[in-house]
């Protein structure tokens, strides 16, 4: 139900689908035809402005501007705690897993620092992203991934029954009690560590966040900001998805 939600209340697609109705309306409804053409150069309007460069870039600065690039550094005995994004299968018979841009980027961010602060514990978390091959996991993917990178395989532990971010926290939350004497370094998008920082203090575990992926780092006022593109929705798209996921948790009492 989430889901479908979701992909309704994306900006393109619930634009688009509002103005066919419009003009569909418009054509059966043969009065009053101006309001409705009216109606129809609104949403016109809305989609061109959603679609600019510099919208996307306000709106995921509206998730990201409170988690600016971090430097803190874990200590020998803090614990990397790193979340999985995007997987997919990585050959047609569907036996390995491909990480995702989303996660590639994450586990990258966490194994830079992992080497600053000459390593310490990694839990990566991820669980099946496909009902029909339940043992190939994300968080089997990213540990293999990180011990290629240089992580010590005696430093991660592995949380591979999660599929949603809260229960990521719920999950983890359940390894780290054993380690309350240690910091716990939340690793994922920028744009995406609101909702995981509440999920994981919901569940009494404080973080320090050290985000990754940052889009809206800085503006510059060039005129291709300002001409409508398929990026430029794409980037108010996934702040929305973001936003619809925060309104989404607080109401079923998730954050």
């Given amino acids: 139900m989430y889901r479908i939600v979701t992909l309704l209340l994306a900006p393109y697609t619930f634009l688009l689908l509002s103005l066919l109705i419009v003009l569909a309306w418009a054509y059966w409804k043969r009065r009053p035809r101006q309001r409705?053409?009216?109606?129809?150069?609104?949403?016109?309007?809305?989609?061109?402005?959603?679609?600019?460069?510099?919208?996307?870039?306000?709106?995921?600065?509206?998730?990201?501007?409170?988690?600016?690039?971090?430097?803190?550094?874990?200590?020998?005995?803090?614990?990397?705690v790193v979340l999985a994004g995007s997987a997919e299968f990585d050959d047609n018979l569907s036996t390995k897993v491909r990480l995702g841009t989303t996660t590639l980027s994450r586990c990258l961010h966490a194994c830079r620092v992992y080497e600053r602060a000459g390593g310490?514990?990694?839990?990566?978390?991820?669980?099946?992203?496909?009902?029909?091959?339940?043992e190939l996991t994300v968080a089997e993917g990213m540990r293999d991934f990180l011990v290629r990178l240089g992580v010590d395989p005696a430093d991660v532990t592995?949380?591979?029954?999660?599929?949603?971010?809260?229960?990521?926290?719920?999950?983890?939350?359940?390894?780290?009690?054993?380690?309350?004497?240690s910091r716990v370094f939340l690793v994922t998008g920028a744009s995406h560590m609101r909702r995981a920082e509440r999920c994981f203090q919901?569940?009494?575990?404080?973080?320090?966040?050290?985000?990754?992926?940052?889009?809206?780092?800085?503006?510059?006022?060039?005129?291709?900001n300002f001409i409508p593109t398929v990026e430029g929705i794409l980037g108010v798209q996934r702040?929305?998805?973001?936003?619809?996921?925060?309104?989404?948790?607080?109401?079923?009492?998730?954050?």
């Fill in 36 to 80: 409705l053409i009216g109606v129809a150069l609104a949403l016109v309007v809305l989609l061109i402005v959603l679609s600019l460069p510099v919208t996307g870039y306000w709106v995921n600065g509206s998730l990201e501007w409170s988690y600016p690039p971090s430097d803190a550094v874990p200590a020998h005995d803090d614990t990397l």
């Fill in 120 to 134: 310490c514990r990694v839990l990566v978390s991820g669980g099946s992203f496909d009902s029909s091959r339940p």
């Fill in 158 to 181: 592995l949380e591979s029954t999660s599929t949603t971010t809260f229960e990521n926290a719920v999950n983890t939350s359940r390894l780290l009690r054993e380690r309350k004497d």
């Fill in 202 to 224: 919901r569940q009494g575990v404080a973080v320090v966040a050290a985000p990754c992926d940052h889009v809206a780092m800085r503006l510059e006022f060039e005129v291709s």
């Fill in 239 to 255: 702040a929305l998805h973001e936003w619809l996921g925060l309104a989404w948790y607080r109401l079923h009492g998730r954050i």
